[in-house]
């Protein structure tokens, strides 16, 4: 199942990355000045600011492209917005706009914009001069301007505060110049500001086909599993399961073999349009510093495929997956941004937890809680903590003994893919149960 987007990350030192739980930063200093019709300055750099907001412009956040992308790997708009400024977008050097699509309205406060565009298309193709429009009628109407100005070439981490915050759905960036290279090029976008938290996707079952095969996905609340039926440009069959917040489904994706044989789980995002029409693949390179995979495939049918040949007898069962590797990943646990309260779409997977636990009186577990590294040690040891013994309090509530649970917040130690990037930090926030 290699994919359709196979980019080479640049070998460089990384000096800066996007994340998707943004640690506030000094500004950048001398950035130039916006257009006299709309006041927009660079943050100072002693500005208070929270020490996590979330990037509402990221694609592990929910963000996708509403125009389907077809054109060489480099040119992907979603480069831009990836969570990782060493694979950077590359486009003809003339003016073009690019819109995303947010899961749902928000007010944005505050711009940021990576443009060391050196590692590909010339720091010189970084993006000069652009405007930055929101809409919160369609992708390709009722536009209104947020911010217009300047972006100082190869500096990543370039913060505007927006004057007069306007709530959309849709931004679109207007890229007006560049530095005097061949290309346009941007390494990364970012928007922070108010949004309400996520709203479950509740119709993305279904088959999603392409050149490579088909995706035949199936939900159950807040769990996704399903399986990857090659044709045409593809030969390796796979399954996955795991769990989906809003529209974005984090899930394990493991290949098998002519033989039937698994290969080891890869992390893996799919994110799915909100009009149900469209879900998004990705996955992060061995680097750990940018995407090894991306397909943009279109749902052909609402009903999922039934799985078929080395697929169709894969147990992906919380049961079947402790019984064979002591150890199981449990997406689909929901918690409010930053806190660890469990969010009510969440009641399926702990209901079947606690199924699992009375179909099997013998069993105790340990329950873990793993955050990304953003935040700091002391508090991701805290949240993680707390988010454990949250899951571990609704267990017992529904008639599990304490003596069979273990709470145990294990922080950032333990990631399952890099922190480099917003995709792999989002695969990092998870439970795991370890039967004891």
């Not at 984090?250 to 039937?260: C, Q, S």
């Amino acid at each position: 199942m290699r994919a359709i987007v196979t980019i080479v990350a640049c070998l460089c030192t990384l000096t800066a990355c996007s994340r998707q739980q943004q640690t506030a930063a000094p500004a950048t200093p001398a950035m130039a000045a916006a257009k006299p019709t709309q006041t927009i300055a660079p943050i100072a750099s002693s500005a208070a600011a929270p020490v996590v907001q979330p990037n509402l412009l990221s694609f592990a956040n929910g963000t996708i492209m509403p125009d389907h992308f077809e054109g060489e790997r480099v040119t992907a708009p979603i480069l831009m917005i990836d969570g990782s400024p060493v694979q950077n977008w590359v486009g003809d050097g003339k003016p073009q706009s690019f819109v995303f699509e947010l899961p749902q309205s928000a007010t944005i406060r505050t711009l940021e914009f990576d443009d060391d565009t050196g590692g590909m298309g010339g720091v010189d193709s970084g993006i000069r001069e652009l405007t930055v429009e929101v809409s919160d009628s369609s992708a390709s109407t009722g536009y209104r301007e947020i911010f217009t100005g300047s972006l100082e070439k190869g500096v990543n981490g370039q913060r505007f505060n927006v004057a007069k915050p306007l709530p959309g759905r849709w931004l679109r960036a207007n890229f007006k110049s560049n530095h005097g290279g061949e290309w346009f090029s941007l390494a990364e976008i970012r928007a922070f500001g108010d949004a309400p938290p996520p709203q479950l996707a509740t119709t993305i079952g279904g088959a999603y086909t392409s050149v490579w095969g088909s995706y035949n996905v199936v939900q159950h609340g807040t769990q996704i599993s399903g399986c990857f039926q090659p044709s045409g440009q593809s030969s390796q069959p796979g399954t996955f399961s795991g769990g989906i917040e809003g529209n974005v489904g984090k899930i394990l994706y493991v290949e098998t073999d002519a033989d039937g044989a698994p290969s080891k789980p890869t992390p893996a995002l799919l994110v799915f349009s909100r009009d149900g029409g469209r879900m998004f693949f990705a996955v992060v390179n061995a680097y750990g510093n940018g995407l090894d995979e991306f397909r943009d495939v279109p749902r052909t049918q609402p009903v999922a495929a039934a799985c078929k040949g080395n697929t169709a007898d894969v147990d992906t069962s919380l049961a079947g997956a402790l019984d064979k590797d002591g150890r199981v990943t449990v997406y689909g646990i929901n918690f409010d941004f930053n806190s660890a309260q469990i969010r009510p779409e969440s009641d399926g997977v702990l209901t079947q937890m606690v199924d699992m636990l009375k179909a099997k009186p013998e069993l105790a577990i340990r329950i873990e809680g793993h955050t990304d590294d953003i935040g700091g040690d002391a508090f991701n040891q805290a949240l993680s903590d707390k988010r454990a013994n949250a899951v571990k309090a609704r267990l017992m509530s529904a008639g599990i003994a304490d003596d069979r649970l273990q709470a145990v917040g294990k922080g950032a130690v333990a990631p399952i893919a890099s922190n480099a990037t917003d995709i792999g930090r989002a695969q990092n926030r998870r439970v795991e149960l370890v039967k004891q």
